[in-house]
């Protein structure tokens, strides 16, 4: 088995290079064949779905666009803690059908944020596409149109996630050991 240190944590190799890509070859060619005929707009959330939505968006045979946004969090003066920003939005995507590229998805909390000003900006129609997704965690009822990979409740990093900023750049994507 492949171990890595990643700062103070051990990792082991869970989900290969050659997995990843030929997963990803799989739902692209399930994203074209579903969006065929529509005006798409994919946008990659920043910063771990940068390797993703580059490797997905090679292999989309769509005449589509793509784009960025990224969730900043500051402290709130309010009750209400930590508020998350989204920015980076420059595109006018009212009448669009939007594809969101995530990584992960975790407890939901980043997507609905997400789905929450997509709606607002009125685009006609908003898939959802993430690489790993954890059921256990999920707390929302979005539903998920594209999932990469189910994985369990644990932490990874490599291929765009990171641990505390690192990571990021390993082809594979490995899990947390106890
Ligand atoms: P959420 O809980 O679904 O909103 O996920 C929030 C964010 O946490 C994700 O976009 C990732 O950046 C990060 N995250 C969640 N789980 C992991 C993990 O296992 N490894 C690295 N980052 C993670």
Redesign the pocket.
Known sequence: MNEITVLDREFSEYITEDEIQSRITAMAEKITEDLKDHDVLFFG?LN?SFLFAADIFRQIKLNAQISFIKLASYEGTGSSGKIKELIGWNEDISGKTVVVL??????????ERIIGELTLRKASEVKICTLLF?PD?YTKDIPIDYIGFEIPNS???GYG???DGYGRNLKSIYKITK
């Open positions: 959330i771990g995530e990584d992960i998805v975790d407890t939901g909390s980043t997507l954890k965690a932490f990874v990093v996630l990171d641990y």
